[in-house]
């Protein structure tokens, strides 16, 4: 991918890294308590819902899902081939049950602020990424169904940040 194109918007990103955040893929996600603890945890069920809108399933159990609801300012460290950032920006609850998933798990609408490019001309980056072995095939099948409702999720926000 063209640098230039990279870096045209601080906020926007390219349709052809929208297309391919939504695995199977791992990403890290840093979220911080309104202490400003910092924490992070991996997500892997996530996708574009537009050049500056990510919508992101989180383990209502999790740390990262207390500190979403009671501190909004998040950042995603984001590798793919030909493409790795820093997306910086604001998770908002938007449905606190996927009803696809397995477990209490929300769904969260990250809107980027500032995408902060780490490529480098000549390196190139291999994506986390994971697979299911063939006993578990299941798994891939729900990890679709979790994908397609978080891309209907509403473009706005279920309760006001910092409050449960």
Known sequence: ?????????????PPEVQGELSG??????????PE?????TLVSWICATGPSRLAVALDRRGLAYENAVENPAA??????????ATLRGTL????????SAPFPCAGFEFEIEEIRDH?????????ASYECSPSKQQHAVREAEIIAELRT????SLVEPRLR
């Open 75 to 84: 950042a995603l460290e984001v590798t793919l081939a030909g493409f790795s």
């Open 24 to 33: 199977p893929r791992l990403f890290v996600l840093a979220t911080a308590s």
């Open 1 to 13: 991918m063209d640098m230039a194109a990279r870096t045209d918007s601080r906020n926007s990103l």
């Open 36 to 40: 400003g603890v910092p924490a992070t």
């Open 119 to 127: 490529g480098a001309p000549g390196s190139f980056i291999r994506p």
């Open 92 to 99: 908002s609850l938007v449905r606190r049950q996927l009803a």
């Open 153 to 156: 999720l509403p473009e706005r």
